[in-house]
């Protein structure tokens, strides 16, 4: 019997000369086990999404292992996969992606490192800080903005100059977008065997056992740390912040090190030109290795507050009139709720998704098809994020094919029981690019 990712390779291959534009949207986070707030349901169930509902009728659903063995479930691992990269061949580490994405341009023995601006305290209602024995409340600080964050990194850098001179010799410190930042140490110490945690993968645990370890270089990343908690003390944004209602920044916590990746281009494996929608650094630098541009779409943001329809608008009009062959939409939102263990917003995100982009998008594919013109659409999470521990998990993710050339396997819903039910999994997530392209082999 064929496997089922050959049959659709097969059906692919039969496709690939009409086949002329894609369309890629990332609901991340998006995935999730049944939660009993939902009646055993994941959100994905729960929410009203009729438009999926309708190209899961249309179109094939599977199950894609966007982490590859080795690697934890983080949406830098699992976004190069999805996007058709190898992380065992192509992934230094997080930060890097990232830096990318500012325009940094280290070089090739340098070292990079995410900083997080976060909260720690007694309790997610406060009191908050840093002292010990206290917990990782908030991996974004909560949701701290661009200019709020700039003021804080100032202070941090200028502590460091004073207080960590022996340090910072070879350090640059550059704000990125709201909380996450990026730390370069040219100074040439080496980092190989030190292992740093992501904030948002220890919640509600006490932040001094996930410091990082191995070795003196590890202990340059501690003193680092520890000494940002003075900077942030007592600072007038953190004040103005607990005024308000809001979480403050408690402290720096460095993590997602590597050096600068060497990856071929989208264009050269695949022969497109491809377009990045989103509003996380992360996603941008991928893009950026890749070869993609990324489009700045005004109001797009990491969280449900970020205009779903021009995301849309964005990646639609990109591949109809702004001369790219695919282009990807990715929606934070899903993940960020999640990561705040908030169900209704997670399930208002998705609903916001299929209405504002994943409709729009369907209609886009059909008219391009009447036009005699091809289109595909690939709509999948990087990840599963949980809402019952705000943490990320490796299980294979749903994944919904539609458009030209691709046939219906039965499904009436994207969700992520019916996906599991299927018979097509992609064993390899860095394969289902290339499955979707009607590209069975690349050049790399």
């Known amino acids: ?60 659903l599977g199950i894609a292992k966007t982490t590859p063995p080795g690697f934890e479930a983080g949406s830098d691992v699992c976004s190069m996969s999805l996007l058709g990269y190898d992380p065992a061949r192509y992934h230094t580490g997080r930060a890097p992606l990232e830096a990318a994405s500012l325009g940094l341009r280290p070089g090739p023995s340098d070292w990079i490192f995410r900083l997080n601006l976060v909260t720690t305290g007694r309790s997610t209602a406060g009191p908050y800080g840093a002292e010990s024995g206290s917990l990782m409340i908030d991996h974004s ?17 200028e502590r460091w100059q004073e207080h960590e001179t022996d340090l910072v010799k070879g350090l640059t410190l550059t704000p990125g977008v709201s909380y996450r930042n990026i730390l370069i140490d040219a100074s040439g110490r080496t980092f190989n065997d030190v292992l740093t945690t992501p904030p948002h993968a220890v919640p509600g645990e006490k932040w001094e056992m996930h410091l990082p370890r191995g070795g003196s270089a590890a202990s340059v990343l501690e003193r680092l740390m520890r000494s940002s908690i003075e900077a942030l003390r007592d600072h007038p944004v953190n004040r103005a912040r607990v005024r308000s209602g809001k979480r403050p920044a408690t402290m720096a916590w460095v993590w997602g090190q590597g050096v600068k990746p060497s990856m071929p281009s989208f264009r050269d494996r695949f022969g497109l030109r491809g377009a990045m929608i989103t509003a996380v650094d992360l996603l941008s630098g991928i893009a950026a290795y890749m070869g993609w541009d990324r489009l700045n779409v005004p109001g797009v943001t990491s969280y449900h507050d970020t205009d779903y329809a021009a995301q849309g608008r964005a990646a639609i009009d990109a591949i109809t009139s702004g001369g790219y062959d695919i282009a990807c939409c990715h929606v934070e939102a899903p993940d960020e709720a999640s990561h705040q263990a908030d169900w209704k917003t997670k399930v208002a995100s998705i609903e916001s998704i299929d209405r504002l982009i994943a409709g729009p998008m369907t209609r886009c594919m059909q008219r391009l098809a009447a036009s005699g013109e091809g289109c595909r659409l690939l709509v999948l999470p990087d990840h599963y994020t949980l809402v019952s521990n705000r943490k990320h998990d490796a299980t294979p993710v749903p994944f919904l094919m539609a458009g030209t050339g691709i046939q219906p396997n039965g499904c009436t819903a994207f969700i992520e029981k019916q996906a599991e039910s299927t018979r097509l999994v992609i064993e390899h997530g860095h394969e289902l690019m290339e499955q979707f392209l009607g590209k069975s082999r690349s050049i790399a």
Do not use: C
């Not at 939902?38 to 999926?52: E, I």
């Not at 600080?141 to 850098?157: C, F, H, K, T, Y």
């Open 1 to 60: 019997m064929v496997a089922p990712n050959r049959r659709l390779a097969r059906r692919s291959e039969l496709a690939r000369e009409t086949v002329l534009k894609y369309l890629v949207l990332i609901p991340d986070g998006g995935a999730d086990k049944p939660l009993p707030e939902l009646g055993g349901r994941t959100p994905f169930d729960a929410a009203d999404t009729p438009n999926l509902d309708a190209l899961a009728k249309l179109g094939s």
């Open 141 to 157: 600080a909560g949701a701290i903005s661009d200019a709020e964050a700039r003021e804080l990194v100032a202070a941090i850098g």
